[in-house]
């Protein structure tokens, strides 16, 4: 008799399984972009103040890191939630569709600013995108306009007005959006602008272009730092010759350690980066695999509410108060409408 009581009770606890299936997890995991890390990390908190739920789990890998743990497939071993600094490209979307991640949320969610920092001690800096792009690139023209590494060893050399300093650049590696956007926002028009790329796009429009794709020098003049901006910050308190390049809101963090070079006459301040005034300044993204809402980790619809909330993302939110830049007010609403309903992004 004990026996089937047993078995029935068993028989009983298998269909309570089968009819309220167990979610995969019990906490949504982020990874993603540095530069969105810092905000991330405070709605996370918020997030599991507030829900009932344990506080998401956010990781920083970078922006082409994150995605392509993000678009690595469906189940509980792969991140519900990417954040970008960049927009997802549509060979991204391809792999992810490739490998079954096919309802994709995306939440414009802010701006934000790429500074050109230095620390506090140092003089303040003036320069152009133009004189960025002959500072760092790995190959520029020489007096006869053909392509020669780098030659330009102090800034002095781009430009007499310039610090007659040697150049050092510390800044992201391939893998981060920042890296990708400074290419975009610097290095390509900065190359595009010089008048022997110009000439040489009439003759070789192939090659002007692989000259403009972004290749940044070896030779020390820019380092690849990893995605640890604050350790950047600390290397600049260090040697104030030096120079660091991330994103807006670590300056803002660190304003008493490190100051922004005015990039075409602008400084990097909070209304110029919003205004679009500022030349180097970008969109900031957030995608959610719905996927994974819930069946494998719990609320990420109620993760994206918090997201959306005014106190979240609004001109007086709680992450304006760290240096996030909000998208204006129409664009917030958008943006907040289409991510509640979960709007997918349309997929090649």
Same mark, same amino acid.
């Given at each position: 008799?004990? %026996?089937?009581?047993?078995? =029935? ?20 995991? $982020? ?15 918020? !997030? ?10 956010? /990781?920083?890998? +970078? ?9 690595? *497939? ?12 960049? #927009? ?76 007659? #300093?040697?150049? /050092? ?14 290419? /975009?926002? $610097? ?15 009439? =003759?070789?429009?192939? #090659? ?33 010759? =030096?120079? *660091?390049? !991330?994103? !807006?809101?670590?300056? /803002?963090?660190?304003?008493? %350690? ?5 990039? =075409?006459?602008?400084?990097?301040? !909070? ?5 679009? #005034? ?10 959610? %695999? %719905? ?12 993760? $994206? ?11 007086? +939110?709680?992450?304006?108060?760290? *240096? ?25």
């Amino acid at each position: 008799m004990l %026996k089937k009581t047993l078995i =029935a009770a068993a028989c009983l606890a298998v269909a309570a399984t089968i009819a309220t299936p167990a979610l995969a997890r019990d906490q949504i995991r $982020v990874v993603g972009s540095s530069t969105v890390f810092p905000f991330a990390t405070l709605v996370a908190q918020s !997030f599991g103040r507030t829900s009932g739920l344990k506080t998401p789990v956010v /990781e920083s890998t +970078g922006t082409g890191g994150g995605i392509r743990l993000f678009c690595a *497939g469906i189940g509980d071993a792969h991140p519900d939630v990417v954040n970008a600094s960049r #927009k997802i490209t549509a060979a991204e979307l391809t792999t992810c569709k490739t490998n079954g991640v096919t309802e994709i949320v995306e939440m414009k969610i802010g701006f934000d600013g790429i500074v050109v920092a230095s620390a506090r001690a140092a003089a303040p800096l003036a320069i152009t995108i133009p004189q960025l792009w002959l500072a760092l690139a790995r190959e520029v023209p020489n007096a006869q306009g053909v392509l020669v590494p780098n030659p330009n060893r102090m800034w002095s050399d781009i430009d007499r007005a310039l610090p007659n #300093k040697r150049i /050092e650049v510390m800044g992201p590696p391939p893998t981060s959006g920042t890296r990708d956007a400074f290419v /975009e926002l $610097v290095m390509t028009p900065g190359c595009s602008a010089h008048p022997a790329i110009v000439a040489l796009r009439t =003759a070789d429009a192939a #090659k002007a272009t692989a000259a403009c794709a972004g290749a940044m020098r070896e030779d020390g003049g820019w380092v690849d730092a990893g995605e640890n901006d604050i350790l950047i910050v600390r290397k600049l308190e260090a040697n104030p010759d =030096a120079f *660091g390049v !991330f994103g !807006f809101s670590f300056l /803002e963090e660190n304003a008493d %350690k490190v100051q922004g070079a005015a990039v =075409a006459g602008v400084k990097p301040t !909070f209304d110029d980066i919003a205004s679009g #005034k500022y030349p180097v300044s970008r969109p900031l993204f957030v995608y959610v %695999k %719905k996927q994974h809402n819930g069946t494998i980790a719990p609320g990420l619809d109620k993760f $994206v509410t918090e997201w959306t909330e005014e106190k979240t993302w609004g001109t007086d +939110g709680y992450l304006a108060d760290k *240096g996030f830049i909000p998208l204006p007010t129409a664009e917030r609403t958008t943006s907040r409408t289409d991510a509640r309903a979960m709007k997918l992004v349309a997929i090649p």
